[in-house]
């Protein structure tokens, strides 16, 4: 069965910080991963990672992946009160159909 | 486009009723899913459909669960009879066929609660 986990659960900063949010797998035959932003609705596409190594970036956000090691980071830099969400992080691989989940990191940050 | 729409947004009913949410997505898509979110379990894939087929329902809890597309414009998930553990978020997502189906696309939610 594949398997997502995201950490921290939850994380709170001041606004200005720089944070890191993780994320491991493990899943048959990987095709990729992805990285969404939910807010009080519905979840919001941000980063898609096929490739280890290539830094995915838009504005403060940036992502990395790890195919060897299992493994993504999220870094968003210079946060603002508006990145206060859930991050979740999801796998797309062969071994299951649609994405796999994993429950989120739950962000907030202080003014 | 106004994206994948779903009705209604909020529903509260008493255990045994049967409850039924529906799902616009976008045009063009041919991907279709259904997914659940609680705290406990996170997101988790109840059903989807490829052009209006359905391809993989393993993740429905149990019969009480079914999910019906009737064409490429509508689709809706029922739970009957309804229970107080069925109280979670569903939300419909689609996407695009070919490289870009894993690029889902979300509807507002649906927030369901079973008293």
């Known amino acids: 069965e594949d398997k997502v986990v995201q950490s921290p659960l939850s994380l709170v900063v001041h606004e200005g910080d720089t944070v890191t949010l993780n994320c491991s797998y493990e899943v048959t035959n990987f095709r990729s991963l992805l990285w969404y932003k939910q807010e009080k609705k519905a979840p919001t596409f941000l980063f898609m990672l096929t490739s280890s190594g290539i830094e995915k970036k838009s504005g403060r956000l940036s992502s990395i992946l790890d195919k060897k090691e299992l493994f993504s980071i999220l870094n968003i830099t210079a946060t603002q009160t508006g990145d206060s969400a859930v991050y979740l992080c999801?796998?797309?691989?062969?071994?299951?159909?649609?994405?796999?989940f994993g429950k989120g990191t739950h962000l907030i940050i202080q003014p | 486009d106004a994206g994948v729409i779903q009705s209604p947004r909020h529903e509260v009913t008493e255990m045994g009723q049967e409850v039924t949410l529906r799902c616009k997505p976008i045009s063009g898509h041919d991907y279709l899913f259904w997914y659940r979110q609680t705290m406990m379990r996170g997101l988790e894939l109840l059903i989807y459909?490829?052009?209006?087929?359905?391809?993989?329902d393993s993740g429905m809890p149990e019969d009480r669960f079914s999910a019906k597309m009737p064409n490429a414009s509508f689709s809706t998930l029922k739970i009957q009879p309804s229970e107080p553990r069925d109280s979670a978020v569903y939300f419909c997502?689609?996407?695009?066929?070919?490289?870009?189906?894993?690029?889902?696309?979300f509807g507002a939610g649906s927030r369901l609660t079973v008293l």
């Open positions: 997502a689609s996407s695009l066929p070919g490289p870009g189906a894993n690029v889902l696309t």
């Open positions: 459909f490829n052009n209006n087929v359905p391809i993989d």
């Open positions: 999801a796998v797309e691989s062969s071994g299951a159909d649609g994405l796999t």
